[in-house]
């Protein structure tokens, strides 16, 4: 049994370390010679990579960022932990990274990437309808990804208990209320 927690928590750290890989950043610093903190939102996400590098940039992370995710899901099956954990790290990981003193981006293409790969469907709908809805009431998407993340946790829990599905829409509408609350 305590080897079971050792390989959960080796692999829990490995998905965190893979989820932390900045790609915003270091795609800026490398092409840009710019810290993408520094500039527009100071997300280091898709979005703000669009808007300060253009669109092929911001593909770039947004595709490295789903892998990030897929690839955390994909280990953490392969080693027989659950993959939902393995998403869960990553995007804690992306959100939190070690190498940035801890300020990275909000997790929602991390979060995609595993939860495609883990087959989760419901999970996507639920968040997609919910964002839609609080985006069409508010205009804005940080309220809107709150209400997806938190959505998707509501769903998670009363239909499983998928307990790493819900700590991943919790983590997605905390860091997003926490982006909302300071630029309000």
Same mark, same amino acid.
């Given at each position: 049994?305590?080897?079971?927690?050792?390989?959960?928590?080796?692999?829990?750290?490995?998905?965190?370390?893979?989820?932390?890989?900045?790609?915003?950043?270091?795609?800026?610093?490398?092409?840009?010679?710019?810290?993408?903190?520094?500039? +527009?939102?100071?997300? !280091? +996400?898709?979005?703000?990579?669009?808007?300060? !590098?253009?669109?092929?940039?911001?593909?770039?992370?947004?595709?490295?960022?789903?892998?990030?995710?897929?690839?955390?899901?994909?280990?953490?099956?392969?080693?027989?932990?659950?993959?939902?954990?393995?998403?869960?790290?990553?995007?804690?990981?992306?959100?939190?990274?070690?190498?940035?003193?801890?300020? +990275?981006?909000?997790?929602?293409?991390?979060?995609?990437?595993?939860?495609?790969?883990?087959?989760?469907?419901?999970?996507?709908?639920?968040?997609?309808?919910?964002?839609?809805?609080?985006?069409?009431?508010?205009?804005?998407?940080?309220?809107?990804?709150?209400?997806?993340?938190?959505? !998707?946790?509501?769903?998670?829990?009363?239909?499983?208990?998928?307990?790493?599905?819900?700590?991943?829409?919790?983590?997605?509408?905390?860091?997003?209320?926490?982006?909302?609350?300071?630029?309000?």
């Amino acid at each position: 049994m305590e080897y079971g927690y050792l390989l959960m928590a080796e692999t829990v750290a490995l998905c965190y370390l893979i989820g932390s890989i900045p790609s915003a950043y270091l795609l800026g610093n490398a092409c840009f010679h710019l810290d993408i903190r520094e500039h +527009g939102s100071g997300n !280091m +996400g898709t979005m703000n990579t669009r808007l300060i !590098m253009g669109w092929l940039p911001a593909l770039a992370v947004f595709i490295v960022d789903c892998g990030k995710g897929a690839a955390a899901a994909w280990i953490a099956d392969c080693l027989g932990v659950d993959a939902l954990l393995g998403v869960t790290a990553a995007v804690s990981g992306h959100i939190w990274p070690v190498w940035l003193k801890f300020s +990275g981006g909000k997790g929602l293409a991390t979060s995609l990437g595993g939860l495609l790969w883990s087959i989760q469907p419901v999970a996507i709908a639920v968040f997609i309808v919910a964002w839609l809805l609080v985006y069409a009431l508010w205009r804005q998407a940080d309220p809107a990804a709150m209400g997806g993340g938190f959505a !998707m946790a509501v769903c998670a829990l009363s239909t499983g208990p998928l307990i790493w599905l819900a700590a991943l829409g919790l983590i997605i509408a905390f860091k997003h209320y926490l982006s909302y609350s300071r630029s309000a």
